[in-house]
């Protein structure tokens, strides 16, 4: 699937102790365009209030009609595609609409499985765009990740920043898994804490990607400072911003792997 070579990625950013963090754990290797839709206007999608997953598996869904699709970094030209809906709703409702915000059109599914709804979601949308279905080209099972629980967080982070991470890939397209298969990989993160000086500690966070069998395929690094116990409670936005910038760090080191 992969080169079995370890690819490791340092990706740690020196900020000062007490001065102000407008991009905390962030890093400059990554390829933002990477998370941009193909040419053209695209279809952004916005599946945050449906069930978990269907987000990603539409924009997959959509690309393999040849229509751009993601859920981030579209342009003043984007159609937006909205699911309104819940895992324990009967059914789910999608508007269509335009750059503008004026509906093109709307449509309601009964909710099934994941693959099903997003394959129909598609066709949908190729009939409001006054296109003919494409038929399916059979492809290899998508890749999943898996998010482990975080080791050595202190406070809430040890939830705090699974979830932070797991949305986080979600809304950029991943697609998630709750356990190891013969198509996922796992997303292992861990907090090291440690004094800096008096009053300021330093935090490192360490993304391990690993194959089920445990197979280290890279390693992303992250590191600041904070003053001592802001992390002994909630994390609140720092768990965000830490998760944004691992994620951009995950999927580089998956699009370098050729993953």
Known sequence: MCSSRVVALALALALGACGPLPRPFAHVDADPEALRPADGAGVMVDATRCPNGL???VIEAL??????????????????????GGADSATLGWTLSDAQGATLGEFEQADEVLEVLASDVAAQVLTLLGRDA???????????????????????????????????????????ATEPGDNTLLILGTVVMS???????????????????????????????????????EWGAIAAAIADDGATGVLYLLEKIGL
């Not at 040849?66 to 003043?76: D, I, M, Y």
């Not at 197979?215 to 802001?230: D, E, M, S, W, Y």
């Open 134 to 176: 494409v038929a399916p080209i059979e492809t290899a099972p998508r890749l999943a990740l898996v998010i482990a629980p975080i080791i050595g967080a202190p406070g809430n982070g040890r939830v705090a920043l699974a979830r932070a991470m797991a949305g986080t890939l979600e809304w950029r397209g991943m697609a998630l």
């Open 55 to 57: 987000g990603a598996a």
């Open 63 to 84: 690309r393999d009609a040849e229509v751009p699709a993601s859920a981030a970094g579209g342009n003043l030209g984007s159609l937006w595609l909205i699911c309104e």
């Open 195 to 233: 004094d800096a000086e008096p009053g300021v500690q330093r935090i490192e966070v360490v993304w391990e990607v690993l194959k089920p069998d445990g197979q280290r395929l890279g390693v992303i690094n992250q590191a600041n400072t904070l003053p001592a116990g802001t992390l002994d409670g």
